[in-house]
Structure formats: C-alpha cells, structure tokens
C-alpha cells in the first residue's frame, strides 16, 4: 500500500523525490507509525516478483527448446542408447509434438514432481547431479566471496581515504589490471606457473591417494562441503589436501569480482567523503577514524550492496569456466561438459537453477537495501 | 631577398576545433591511462587491418584469392585485385588458421618455421592471433550493431508507448538480465548449433537489454521536453515523432556506452569458444586458442615450461585487448559523468 506524499498547506510536498524531508520540515509523525509496516509491504512486493520472474525465465527457456525438433527434444528424456528406437514412443509419452504452451504446462507439471530430466552426462536424472553438486560448487563460492568482500572493501576504503596517495595508484592499478584479466586466462596462467613449473598445486578436488581412501569406507559425508566433512570426520589431512586443491579456483574467481567491488567501494567512498554531512561531523570536531567508518563508510556500502547482486551473476559465470579450467567437479563443469554434449536437460537444468538462484538473491539484496537505506522503501 | 611571411597559426574556430578544445575532451586527453586504452584500441584496429599484409596465407586461403606458390605474397600489391579482395572481401578460408605441419604436439618457433610456434595440431599461433584481432572486431562491431537495433527497438516503443506496452516489454527486459550472460549464451548456442554467427547471435541475444534500458531511460527524459510536444500538437504520428524528433537526441550516449561494450562481448565471445561453443575448430578466434593451450600446462619431464608459447601469446593478446577497452570504457564514463570529480 503506498501512502500518500503529505502535503504543506500551501500544496508543496513534505518530502522531496527521493522520500528526504527537506530541512526545517520534521517527518510527521504518521511516518514514524508506518515505518515498521512500510518495510513489510516492501518485502511483500518484491515477494510476489519471484514466481513472476520465475514464470517469464522458464518460458523464455522452454521457447529457445521450440527451436529443436521434437527427436531432439525427446533425448532429455532417454537414458541408454538401447532406446534410441523408442524416440516416437518417447515423444508421445511426455507429448513433445504438441504447442508450445502445451508443452510448457506440462514441464511445469514435470518440474513440480522433481523431474528435470535424464543427464547423459553424468548418466543420473539432472536433479540429483545438481543435488550431489551443488555442495562442491557452494564450497568454491563462498570460499570466493570471502576475498572479494574482504579485500575489495578493504583494499577500496583504504585507497579512498589515500586519494592520489601511493596506496590509491597501486589499489586503482591493480583493480584495472584484475578486472581485465579473463578467467579463463588467469587460470591457465596460474596452473602453468604454480602447478607445472612449482608443483605446489593441483587440479582436481582431492588428491587420488585421499580419493581412494575416502572410496574405501569409513568416510561419512555430512554437508557435501568436503573440507567441512573432513574436519567433521577427524581426517585433518584431507581437509589440508582439500584446502590446497581449493587455492588456485578460488583466487581465478576471486580476481575479478574483487577488483569491481574495489572500484565501485572507491568510487562511491569518494563521493560519500564529499557530502555535506562528512563535512559537519569533522566540523563537530569527531575524530577523522569515527567519521570516516560510521558516517561515511556506511553509506558508502549501498552501490556495494547493490553490486553483490551482479558479484554472484559474476561468480555463476566464473565458476563454469574456472571449474572446466581447474577440473573441479562442480555445477559449472557439469554445464560446460553437458553443452558439448549437446545434453540439453542437463544445460536446462542448469540454467533454471541459476535464474532461480539470481532472482532470489537479487530478492534478499533488494530487501538488504531497503533496511539499509529507508530512502528506498519510501521511493 | 624578400623575407617570406612567416606563417601565424591561429586556432580556427571549426566545430573540430571545438570539440577538440571542449572541458571534457581536455580531460579525456589529460588522463594518462586513456591515452594507453585508446593506443591499445587503435593498435588492435591497425592490426585487424593489416592482418592480411602480414601474415603468410594457407594454401586453401591463397586458392580462393586465385594466388599460386609463386605468387604466394602478390595479394600485398595494392594493383593486384586479390589485395582488394582479401582486404574487404575476405574468403572464408583465410579466417582458418594455416596448419604448419600436423604434429600432434606444439612447435616451437624455430621447429616449426613460424614467428610464435605453433599449438597442437600444427595451428600457427601468430597466424591465429593477428587474424583473431579482425575476428574479434567483426564480433565485436556486428553484435553491438544486432543489440543496438534490438534495443532501440525495444526500449523507444516501452517508453513512447508506456502504459501496459512498456511494463510487458520492461518485465521481459528484466527477465532476460536475470539470467547469468553466459548461461544463456550457452544455451543458445547449444541450440543453434556451433558457428561463428550463431556465437554472435547468442552474445547479441544477451546483450540487447541493457540498452534497452538506457534508450527508454534517455527517450522519457526527452519526451517532456516542450519541442515533442509542440511536433505531437502539429498532428505528427507517434512513430514519426519517435523515429524523428526523440531518436537522434536520445541516441548519442547510448551508442557511445554501447561501442565501448566490445571489449566485454569479445571476452564474452572468447569464454564461450574457450568452452568449445564457439565457431568451428581452426577458426582464427583467441579463445579456441586459449583452449588449445589447456593441455599442454605441463611439459615433458625436466622441461616444466616447454609449451610456455602456447598459453602465453594468445593470453597476453586477449588481455591486452580487453585492457585497452576497459581504460577507454573508464575515461569516457569519467568524461560523461561529472559526478565524482567534485
């Protein structure tokens, strides 16, 4: 429910556009009652664009399948090479021949049973791959985050507060330089350096010797995070060996991203330094430390919270080409290989769980931002 | 003897003269690191243009362009029609890389008798990556031209229109942002089948809605202005009045933030032939070449970095490449925006 702008008695409005009340003008108090039940209904729009984003992915999904024909359509749905006579019978069954629409309605149907499909691939229906993976693949990311909210803020506050000073020409090298290194290319590099030249690491998940041990027996896995497992089973060299696999991935997935939220943590300090607001707090005589952390840092960190919405679109990217790269055998490796493969259910898939995956996160994102920032929950 | 006049130089007031002297341009020139991206961009084009001169042709090459092995450099001669030829209409066949050879294992340069070595399967590296700078250009400038038009399109109809056209075409808009660039990429790829335009068409396909976006942005801000109403009360139809009045005006920024997008719809481009979706093998693309080198990460015992070639050179070219856009991207936004230079 949107509550009106209150207006003066000579008809300008309270607030301004950006839902700031204009000095001498104190928030009526109306607002302040609202407020708690301003930021539910928030919450509860953006709720209700999930299944509608959801909806319009999936269709847009399922219309780039009408470019196949229906045999090729069929091949999501066959698990050995015996049935490859079976194709029509197959294409009656899940009625592959029908109307787009039709069709739709009907994967839909199939999706809500937990049937995504045969993976050629990995020769398992496509949801327990993505089950069994997804684990391997979250293990990588978070792993990833780590660095780049650590190091970009860090890296991009402390340039910032440097302007023009030595720290801030290698800070603002270095983020130029990280961002227009290709995944793909920094891996390579990588392993040529560190793991054919120094042999420090390898690629994989886990060296064989661990991997046959693990085989034997006698190794539960309880979250699928595999250093986490280890840990949990006692085996502190497996989690060691783990670690080292986990060091050239995450850094290859890490350089990039760091250095955008460097930039943009930067950029929108300097601007946030500049405000009028900064200004009072030093005029006020706070030390430079408080006003720089509480009054200028925290706003500073909204283009950030907007940012981590694209850092994980940019993490999906990378971690298909970083896992290909590296061997790992995550989600993103699943994907790559399944596209060559021309394995369409398994790519489907895929692609369904990371929209799903984006939207949600761009959800909480949203809602992280309107906490935040109250401007935007009254804009 | 009579002295000749010596020569005053006056700054001509032309509108080149102008622009060249205007804040923002002086600005643009002042920042060291553009003055890089910029020679970085326009090497590249040098290159891409070259490439043909430079380069020692295949044979399949030379057949199209009529050239035999005693003529094998004629097409460097400006009278000779095959140079017009494999200048502007280049023969498919000179886009695949000349193979020196067909050892399964990468030569180096003295081995092999090329300038850089060669990959696997005897694919000459300097022959991929000279050609590669014109691949990725053709790329590059095709897929930015496809997700312009898509995108005036798109965004002009959303915000002349408004109303329930724009909130339909907008939602779609968003939706396609929401899925990862290169998942969708990947899909689409996989559904045309592996070729150098369906690569385009997939890139295209994902690039279109952010300039959706800005063009319905730019297009509602110019809307309001007094000139559209005074054409709408003069009786012109709205199609008219888009294409006529709001287009040019709404225009300029969004090419500007467009063209600067072609270092990422390359990088784009590479990645997704690096995971083998992208045109057919032996296609000069840098990419391809990337993967190649993925196999030969170690060298035979004793010699870690005997392949170093095969990585490196086509590593460096993409790098430098996408280096120089993004410090050009970097000094234009800084040159738009004012914001931030207080």
Redesign the interface.
């Known amino acids: 429910m949107r509550v009106p702008n209150p207006a003066n008695a000579d008809g300008t409005k309270v607030f301004d556009e950006a839902g700031r009340a204009p000095i001498g003008h104190p928030r009526p108090p109306i607002g302040r009652l609202l407020e708690g039940h301003r930021l539910f209904t928030f919450i509860l729009r953006r709720l209700m664009m999930l299944p509608l984003v959801f909806f319009g992915v999936t269709v847009i999904i399922v219309l780039l399948m009408q470019l196949l024909t229906p045999a090729q359509r069929a091949a999501a749905y066959i698990r050995s090479e015996n049935q490859a006579n079976q194709i029509p019978e197959i294409i009656r069954q899940y009625r592959l021949d029908e109307p787009w629409y039709v069709q739709y309605g009907l994967w839909l149907g199939r999706l809500a049973n937990g049937d995504l499909g045969y993976s050629r691939t990995t020769n398992e229906p496509v949801l327990t791959t993505l089950r069994k993976r997804l684990p391997t693949t979250a293990e990588l990311a978070l792993l990833a985050i780590l660095p780049v909210i650590g190091v970009g803020i860090f890296l991009g506050t402390m340039a910032a507060l440097n302007r023009d000073g030595v720290i801030d020409q290698v800070v603002r090298v270095l983020s130029i330089f990280g961002w227009s290194i290709p995944t793909f290319v920094m891996g390579i590099w990588l392993l040529v350096i560190f793991y054919g030249l120094l042999g420090w690491f390898q690629p994989g998940r886990i060296s064989t010797e661990f991997a046959i041990q693990m085989a034997m027996g006698g190794f539960t896995n309880y979250t699928g995070f595999l250093t986490l497992d280890a840990l949990l089973n006692g085996r502190l060299d497996i989690a060691l060996d783990a670690l080292r696999h986990l060091v050239l991935p995450v850094i290859t997935l890490a350089t990039v991203q760091s250095a955008q939220i460097m930039r943009v943590m930067r950029s929108s300090l300097l601007d946030a330094l500049s405000e009028d607001y900064v200004r009072t707090a030093r005029a006020k005589g706070l030390q430079a430390r408080v006003v720089n952390r509480k009054h200028a840092r925290r706003n500073a960190l909204i283009p950030v919270i907007t940012l981590s919405g694209f850092v994980l679109i940019g993490l999906i990217n990378g971690v298909v080409i970083t896992e290909t790269i590296f061997n790992y055998p995550g989600l993103g490796q699943w994907a790559a290989r399944a596209a060559l493969n021309l394995d369409y259910a398994s790519v489907l898939g895929f692609a369904v769980f990371t929209a799903v995956a984006v939207v949600t996160a761009n959800l909480l994102v949203d809602v992280l931002y309107g906490i935040v920032d109250p401007r935007i929950r009254y804009g | 003897m009579d002295a000749a006049p010596t020569p005053t130089f006056v700054a001509r007031k032309t509108a080149l003269g102008r622009w060249w002297q205007s804040k923002s341009l002086r600005r643009f020139r002042r920042n060291p ?1 553009a003055i890089v991206g910029l020679v970085i961009v326009a090497s590249f084009v040098v290159i891409a243009t070259i490439a043909p001169l430079v380069t020692p042709l295949g044979r399949s090459c030379m057949r199209d362009l009529g050239l035999t092995a005693a003529t094998a450099t004629a097409h460097r001669d400006v009278r000779n029609p095959a140079f017009w030829e494999i200048m502007f209409r280049t023969p498919g066949s000179c886009y695949m890389m000349p193979r020196a050879g067909f050892s399964p294992i990468p030569q180096t340069p003295e081995a092999s008798g090329t300038l850089l070595g060669t990959t696997s399967q005897g694919y000459d590296i300097y022959y991929g990556l000279m050609w590669g700078a014109r691949t990725a250009f053709r790329i590059g400038v095709l897929v930015v031209g496809i997700g312009l038009t898509v995108g005036i399109l798109v965004g002009a109809t959303a915000a002349y229109l408004g109303g329930w056209v724009d909130n339909v075409l907008m ?2 808009t ?3 942002i ?7 990429a ?7 089948g592996n070729s150098i335009v369906n690569l385009m068409i997939a890139i295209a396909a994902v690039a279109w809605p952010s300039y959706a976006r800005l063009v319905r942005g730019e297009v509602l801000r110019i809307k309001q202005l007094e000139y559209v109403t005074g054409a709408q009360a003069m009786g012109r139809r709205s199609f008219g009045i888009v294409f006529r009045h709001i287009l040019p005006n709404a225009i300029g920024p969004v090419l500007i933030v467009a063209s600067l997008d072609i270092g990422s719809i390359v ?1 784009t481009a ?2 997704l032939s ?4 992208g045109p057919e093998l032996g296609y000069t693309d840098w ?1 391809q070449m ?2 190649f ?2 196999n030969w ?3 035979p015992p004793g010699q ?2 005997a392949y ?1 070639y095969t ?2 050179w ?2 460096l070219t ?2 430098l490449f ?2 120089g856009w ?2 050009l991207g ?1 000094a234009f936004r800084d040159v738009l925006d004012v ?2 230079h ?1």
């Open positions: 690191l939602r779609f968003d939706m396609v929401a899925v990862p660039a290169l998942v969708l990947l899909v689409i790829v996989m559904v045309l990088l590479a990645a690096f995971l083998g979706l990419g990337i993967s080198a993925r990460i170690l060298g870690p970095l170093w990585s490196f086509p590593g993409i790098v996408v280096l993004n410090l970097d914001r931030g207080v």
